[in-house]
Structures are given as C-alpha cells and as structure tokens.
C-alpha cells in the first residue's frame, strides 16, 4: 500500500485557484467546496471587484494524506437565471436524502443574494433553484443542520458584501459612513424550511458580546465581524467563527443556542499571506480540522488563492488553540 504523504499546511489541489472552503464528512468522505478564483488583470479594490468567480468544483479526500480530487464543475453561472455575476464563497448541506449548494451572487440589478441548487451526490451536479431564495441579501453562506434535524443559514459580509447597504432593513446603494463608537454591523442568521430551500421565519440579527455582556464595537477591527460565519458544535456548545477581514484575523465566539448570542473567546488563526481569510472546521475520524486559504500559490495575488488545511486542536476548558502560520 502506497505510504500516504503529509499534506497539512500544503495546497490542496494547484491546477486551479481554490478559496473560502466549507469542508463537510459527507458518506465517509471529506469534501470540500470552496470557491473558485479565475485568473485576470483586473482592478483590485474594497468591493471586491478582483474576485470574478463563476463555477464550482467539488474537492474529495477519501482520507487525510489521501489524494485530492477535482470532481470538475458543479455549477456554473451561466445555469442560474437570476445570476450576473460574482459567483462567491459556498457552502453545502445534506437532509432529506439531497444535497443542497448555497451561494451567493449578485443578481440582475448588482444586489448580492443567496442561491440554492440541489444534487443527489455531494459532489454534484447541482440543480439550481430558478430564483435566490426569497429575503435574502449579502453573501457567505454557512448552514448547520443541528441535531434535531433543525436547520440555519448564517450569512453576511461588509464592504463589497454589502452588509452595510442593509442596516435599515432596505437596500441602500449610499448609506452614511457606520459610526465606529456603536454596536458592529452583525451578522445574520436565519431557519431554514424543511425543505431546505426557503428561509423559515425572519432573518434575524447574531449578537456577539464581550466576556462582560457587552456588544463588540465597529470599530474593534480586532474582533468585529467582518464576513466568512462558519458554525460548528463542541461539546455541545455552538462555536461561530468568522473573519475580522482588514486585520486578517479568524476567530470564534461561543453560545448555547445556534441564534446566538455568542460570547468572544479568542483567535483561531493569526494572519496568513494574502488580503482575505475565510475557512471551516470540520471533525474527521476522531480530529477536528481547520480548512482555510492563502495566496501563497500566486505569490500573494489576493485573488488566486489555495485552500489549505490544518489539525485544529482545544484546550481542556473548551478554547481552540490559537495558530500561527508564519511560525509553524
């Protein structure tokens, strides 16, 4: 048998550029279903505009040190009706014996929404619904089906995710600059109908707090929430973690309830070489894994990526270890 190679910390796949990976154990399997970064000169700015993703592949592992396959495209843009462009970070789900692909795009009038296409494999192909899913704004879905079957949609990212256009419940092309002295721009979640193809209820507000009770600040780019959400349960408690965008930062807060709210608890991941971060954790026989990406794979281009992954380890009082990719 051939010996399996440590492939920790190294790309996963390097034919193409691969970012925002949402990992999943799917029939005894890893598969990981990240975004897509396409290779252009174009411009680079705070809205994202480098990031002209249109298709999905769906990466598989049998095992860790196993080979990565590209499973080639799931979807692609030019399937959705509703799509302009910017096909963004996914995320995939499994209930009701289907898979189910959330992602986020910008629609006919520039305004990013979320989408669900729906596949009998976990790699796909995926058959997407012919319009987003009503109410929903913004970009990075994260669903979480708990273990009652119930299920959630985390999503939302500033800047050129446009969280901020939603404050008042409306899209505004220009809002007002967001006072940095008050409560950040949170994110959202929302349940998800049985048939996992709708939001059940109204989107609602993710509140997360200091050790003490109170609301982090805009203006604590340390610990604000900046996009990338991921949900994942330990001991049964709920660990949402996200990315602090402009300082890099992965980090995480704890609650008791899939809705929040979540008490700040510390980083995950220190800054790695490239603008963005985003990533999941996923347990896998008996080893929790943090999936992320970086820019090494380009030279630190932001948008030609790779996703990348690492052993995730916790502490005896529940807290994730902190690493740090510029020294192990």
């Known amino acids: 048998m051939e010996e399996k190679k440590s492939v920790e910390k190294e790309p996963l796949v390097t034919h193409i550029y691969t970012a925002d990976p949402s990992a999943h154990v799917f029939e005894g399997k890893l598969y990981v279903y990240p975004s897509h970064d396409l290779e ?4 680079d700015n705070d809205d994202g505009d480098e990031y002209q993703m249109e298709d999905y592949h769906i990466l598989s592992l049998d095992d860790i040190g196993a080979p990565c396959i590209d499973n080639g ?12 462009k910017q096909m963004w970070a996914p995320d995939a789900a499994y209930k009701n014996g289907k898979y189910y692909l959330y992602f986020p795009a910008r629609d006919k009038d520039g305004i990013f929404r979320l989408g ?15 319009e987003p899913i009503k109410g929903s704004f913004s970009i990075d879905p994260a669903v979480l089906v708990d273990d009652d079957g119930s299920s959630y949609i985390y999503f939302g990212g500033l800047w050129g995710g446009q969280l901020e256009k939603w404050e008042t419940g409306e899209f505004v092309e220009n809002p007002d600059p967001y006072p940095t002295d008050k409560p950040e721009v949170c994110p959202r979640v929302a349940k998800l109908t049985d048939d996992m193809l709708q939001f ?18 805009a203006g604590d ?11 994942h349960k330990y001991n049964g408690k709920y660990y949402f973690s996200y990315s602090t965008g402009t300082t890099h930062y992965l980090v995480y807060a704890v609650g008791d309830s899939p809705m929040g709210p979540f008490t700040y608890k ?21 080893k929790w894994y943090l999936f992320y990406h970086d820019s090494s ?5 932001n948008h030609r990526r790779c996703v990348k992954f690492r052993e995730l380890k916790y502490n005896e009082d529940g807290t994730i270890v902190t690493m740090d990719p510029s020294k192990d």
């Open 40 to 43: 252009h000169d174009g411009e």
């Open 73 to 84: 495209e799931a979807l692609n843009m030019r399937d959705v009706p509703w799509v302009s």
């Open 116 to 130: 669900v296409a729906v596949g009998d494999r976990p790699e796909g192909p995926f058959k997407p619904e012919a």
């Open 200 to 217: 059940d209820g109204d989107v609602q507000r993710i509140q997360i707090v200091d050790e003490d009770g109170n609301p982090i600040l």
């Open 221 to 231: 780019e340390d610990r604000r929430y900046f996009e990338g959400p991921w949900m």
């Open 266 to 286: 510390g980083r995950i991941l220190e800054p790695v070489i490239g603008w963005t971060t985003h990533h999941s954790i996923v347990e896998f026989k008996g």
């Open 297 to 301: 794979l380009s030279g630190g281009i």
